[in-house]
């Protein structure tokens, strides 16, 4: 990822975007546009025959991409794309060597090779060209060129295209015009990216989809995101609608090293593979309304089966404070596009940690033999990253039309939808918001015309959107959101605070009203998907200002526990409080700590975990056993020896006696 005004490049426009703090973000003059393959070029433009690429042979039944997305992505694959990027040495965009080992040249051919190789197996499905272009004067050069894929929709009746992109380029603190002797292999900034889109390219080619999808691989990234222009400025200049775009740059780092740009880790060495970060424009609504439908696609298709949970951060800006990415390119032509990162970051981007420097090899060779002993980056991490935003960009590319929509505000949190377009659903999803980012609730309804008791705001406003839902449980976008007043001090009772919280295996929920209430019930309400909620008890009023409390001693485990408040008084109003949420999933019953260890590795289990029969498993990153004990009953803690262990990745495998399983992952670094 580009920091902003670092290089004095010749540019044309500027464009004023804020984002942390404002920035001024340079946009380069890009001329020449050109495709080395013509066919690329009519495809988006949308003069093509479909047939030709989506036969009656492909898959293109949702359930069958789903399932593809969600098993077909290989770690392994990806970590060889990954490895084998390194091995060009310097991708610096003006290191245009007349080498076929190494620099930009030799590594955009490859990325080609291997997208050709794709294609051939899918029935030549995937399109593939240099996208050609000649840009700002970088260390005396003007012309570049970048790899494109794509896979032709199967479908003229919508020509609007969905786009993915990550940047090969990279650059170093040495100078701003490295020689060729310059290491600048760029691995976590962005060949983590690179590697992720290759690989989603290799299983998303196996399908066919109603839209045109894209496959970006962008230079001139770390020089003013020239080549992300060069595609954002075709589409503008052909009037190619752009539905949407994910960049995926940075999206495989699991160990923070600070200073790191703000929003980011704050703790020098934090470990994180289950979180992520979307960003997208505080100013552009169908940015936002973008990313809530690549979480929400996350939450409805992989998280019931996931075996680590993935939590998808909604995220307030742009991108971080004074940085940029390809996805800005796109959202100043006012396309619809978002950044998909991991949680953890190294560096601000000055160079003075491992990103944008010469130390940015991915991981670290103890023995100085040329080998990565330890990696920087998780590879299932990377997989499961890239199955989000690949099942958003494939649902996106078969939904149907966004319905219209009116939302009326009925008063006491009621509101009343009404569908306005001819073409039905079987079923509708209408997403609340508040305070966050993020949807509060999302409802499924069934009818043109529904009225739902929404929860209490406290902003004193409710933003509503709707979306269609298809008979294949494919969700349309949301549409625009309608800003509505809340009817908050029409309600029977105001929440004046609302906790849960886990304590040994059970629940604890709390909550304090701000005014006196008789003869009314509060009911006790659970649920694990946050919409169907079930009554789990009672409470009978007292006065105002008393705290009540709830204990559910029989929490659903291996799931999240949503809880909230019904209230219903002596006239039958009733109100909901705000919904509280307490984890228990497997993945976090154990702590494991420390990471990266070098001697031991102790395992911290939660109290639901102990005092039952449990089994450890320790697997080395070829998938070896190297470690096996049974345990009849647990203590507190588990401490594993790993002074024999080499260096490098392992997974921790835990069950215990009713099948949950834990993983976790553990690094090993002498």
């Not at 809340?486 to 886990?502: D, E, G, H, P, R």
């Not at 401490?639 to 992952?665: C, E, H, M, P, W």
């Amino acid at each position: 990822m580009k920091k902003i005004l670092l290089l004095p490049l010749i540019l044309s426009v500027f464009v004023r975007v804020t984002f942390g703090q404002a920035a001024t973000v340079p946009i380069p003059n890009i001329t020449n546009i050109t495709f080395s393959n013509t066919t690329a070029a009519n495809i988006l433009n949308g003069s093509y025959t479909p047939s030709t690429y989506n036969g009656a042979g492909v898959q293109n039944i949702p359930d069958s991409i789903v399932k593809g997305l969600l098993t077909k992505i290989n770690p392994d694959s990806i970590k060889s794309y990954f490895l084998r990027l390194g091995t060009f040495y310097n991708r610096h965009s003006a290191n245009q060597l007349a080498s076929t080992t190494q620099g930009i040249t030799a590594s955009v051919n490859w990325v080609n090779s291997k997208f050709s190789e794709f294609s051939a197996v899918n029935g030549n499905r995937l399109v593939v060209s240099d996208l050609n272009f000649n840009g700002p004067t970088l260390c005396g050069v003007t012309s570049f060129k970048e790899p494109i894929a794509i896979i032709p929709g199967s479908s003229l009746t919508d020509k609007s295209i969905m786009v993915f992109t990550a940047h090969i380029d990279s650059r170093t603190d040495a100078s701003t015009c490295p020689a060729s002797t310059v290491e600048v292999r760029g691995m976590e900034d962005n060949a983590t990216g690179v590697a992720a889109l290759m690989e989603l390219a290799r299983v998303m080619s196996q399908y066919s989809y109603d839209r045109t999808i894209v496959f970006l691989i962008t230079t001139l990234e770390e020089q003013s995101l020239g080549g992300a222009v060069a595609l954002s400025k075709y589409c503008q200049a052909n009037a190619i609608p752009v539905r949407a775009v994910i960049n995926n740059d940075q999206m495989g780092t699991m160990i923070c090293q600070t200073p790191s740009s703000q929003p980011g880790c704050t703790a020098n060495n934090t470990f994180d593979t289950t979180n992520i970060r979307i960003f997208s424009s505080s100013s552009r609504q169908p940015a936002k309304q973008w990313a809530r439908y690549i979480k929400l696609a996350y939450k409805d298709k992989a998280l019931p089966t996931a075996t680590v949970p993935m939590t998808i951060n909604l995220m307030a800006n742009v991108d971080r404070d004074s940085r940029g990415g390809d996805h800005m390119a796109f959202d100043t032509a006012g396309f619809t596009a978002v950044r998909l990162m991991c949680a953890n970051e190294a560096g601000t981007g000055s160079g003075s940690t491992r990103i944008h420097s010469s130390r940015d090899i991915g991981g670290f060779d103890f023995n100085s033999d040329g080998i990565i002993d330890s990696f920087y980056v998780g590879f299932n991490y990377m997989q499961r990253n890239a199955m989000i935003d690949g099942l958003a960009m494939a649902l996106a590319a078969v939904a149907q039309t966004p319905p219209t929509y009116t939302v009326t505000n009925l008063g006491n949190n009621n509101i009343r939808v009404v569908i306005n377009t001819q073409t039905s659903y079987p079923s509708y999803r209408i997403g609340v918001r508040t305070a966050t980012n993020d949807f509060d609730s999302v409802y499924r309804v069934f009818s043109t015309t529904s009225t739902l008791l929404i929860p209490v705001s406290s902003t004193g406003r409710y933003l509503i959107s709707v979306a269609g839902e298809d008979v294949d449980k494919v969700t349309t976008f949301f549409g625009t959101e309608a800003n509505i007043a809340s009817s908050a001090t029409t309600l029977a009772v105001n929440y004046q605070s609302f906790t849960a919280v886990k304590k040994d295996n059970k629940s604890e929920l709390s909550f304090t009203i701000g005014q006196p209430v008789s003869n009314t019930i509060f009911y006790i309400e659970r649920s694990t998907d946050g919409r169907n909620f079930n009554t789990i008890g009672t409470i009978n009023s007292t006065v105002a200002g008393v705290r009540y409390f709830f204990e559910d001693a029989s929490p659903i485990l291996n799931a999240i526990n949503y809880y909230r408040i019904k209230e219903v008084d002596q006239n039958n109003t009733v109100s909901y409080s705000s919904i509280r949420t307490v984890k228990y999933i497997a993945d976090d019953l154990i702590q494991v700590f420390p990471v990266p260890a070098n001697t031991a590795v102790t395992v911290v289990f939660t109290d639901i975990m102990q005092q039952k029969p449990t089994t450890l498993f320790l697997y080395n990153d070829m998938g070896q056993m190297v470690y096996v004990k049974n345990l009849i009953r647990t203590t507190g803690k588990e401490v594993i020896d790993i002074t024999s262990f080499r260096n490098g990745n392992y997974v921790l495998k835990i069950t215990t006696a009713n099948n949950t399983i834990v993983t976790k992952q553990i690094q090993v670094m002498w």
